[in-house]
């Protein structure tokens, strides 16, 4: 069992289009941080959220942490062939970090 | 700027060889990590070594070794690979334990 769950796994969607791919667990981070991997690459981080409640934005992209700090959301808006990955959230617990199996985004044009 | 650099890049081994992945950092990063990535599982963590002289488990240790050669340098160990350390290796540096994590390009390695 995972202990941060990302949902959906898998997301095949048209240029221009919207979407939400969420990262829950039952545990409270510290902070949580996204990353975005692309094929034959490794991960880059994307943002990291600390505060309950925190929205922060990156050009089309906005990232919301939980009021409670066990969950958080993306946002893509008009998304891209670019936007093209294997987005992770990675939760802080302790010294640790514990990230999520990943969603898979593929954005077709 | 090289970052974080693994070799080899692609490895096939046979069930029972051993082999060991190379890692270095320039970017003078205390904390240096070993994860696996599999199909569905996320990264996990094999070992991390927080900072020179020290290493500790994560959670899929069994099966490998690390050495903390410098500060730069941080090697995972096979003693005798089975199929099912089929995976992609990564290797990342951070300042400190939760901070920024960079990676490496991934190792991909296949024991038959």
């Known amino acids: 069992t995972q202990l941060l769950e990302q949902s959906p796994q898998f997301l095949s969607i048209q240029e221009g289009e919207n979407l939400t791919v969420y990262c829950n667990s039952s545990s409270v981070f510290s902070s949580l941080q996204w990353y975005r991997q692309e094929p034959g690459e490794g991960p880059v981080l994307l943002v990291t959220?600390?505060?309950?409640?925190e929205v922060k934005k990156l050009k089309r992209l906005t990232f919301q942490f939980g009021d409670a700090r066990k969950d958080s959301s993306l946002h893509i808006t008009a998304a891209q062939p670019g936007d093209t990955g294997l987005y992770l959230c990675a939760g802080v617990r302790g010294n640790k970090l514990v990230f999520g199996a990943g969603t898979i985004l593929r954005v077709k044009s | 700027n090289a970052g974080v650099t693994q070799t080899p890049k692609f490895q096939v081994l046979k069930t029972g060889q051993s082999m060991t992945l190379q890692c270095a950092q320039d970017?003078?990063?205390?904390?240096m990590y070993w994860y696996r990535q599999d199909p569905g599982m996320g990264l996990r963590l094999i070992y991390y070594?927080?900072?020179?002289?020290?290493?500790d488990k994560g959670e899929v240790p069994n099966g490998y070794n690390v050495s903390r050669l410098n500060k730069r340098e941080f090697s995972l160990r096979l003693e005798s690979a089975a199929p099912s350390q089929t995976s992609v290796y990564f290797c990342?540096?951070?300042?400190?334990?939760?901070?920024?994590?960079?990676f490496g390009e991934g190792s991909r390695l296949t024991v038959l």
């Open positions: 970017m003078n990063h205390n904390s």
């Open positions: 990342a540096s951070s300042w400190q334990g939760t901070g920024e994590l960079f």
């Open positions: 070594s927080a900072s020179e002289g020290t290493t």
């Open positions: 959220v600390v505060t309950g409640g």
